[in-house]
């Protein structure tokens, strides 16, 4: 992920295209590509259950799983 400059002369991250086809995100990831703050994402993944720790390594989110229950959380 770079920088870039947009129309209006902001700063901001650019997305990465690839997040789409990963099994796994980081925590900064799933922000980008969810476009939610840290906080919810959190809130999302704990609630989904799927948050893997994984000694050594950050904690990473399983997509699939957190996709799901946003789509069960849309429906109710």
Same mark, same amino acid.
């Given at each position: 992920m770079g920088l870039e400059i947009n129309? @209006?002369?902001?700063?901001g991250r650019r997305k990465d295209p690839t997040a789409s086809e990963k /099994?796994? /995100?980081r925590f900064s990831e799933a922000c980008d590509y969810y476009n939610l703050?840290?906080?919810h994402i959190r809130r999302l993944a704990r609630e989904a259950d799927?948050? @893997?720790h994984i000694y050594g390594a950050p904690p990473l989110i399983e997509r699939e799983k /957190?996709?799901?229950?946003?789509q069960e959380f849309r429906r109710s």
């Open positions: 129309f @209006y002369g902001s700063i /099994l796994f /995100l703050g840290l906080v799927a948050i @893997y /957190l996709d799901q229950y946003i």
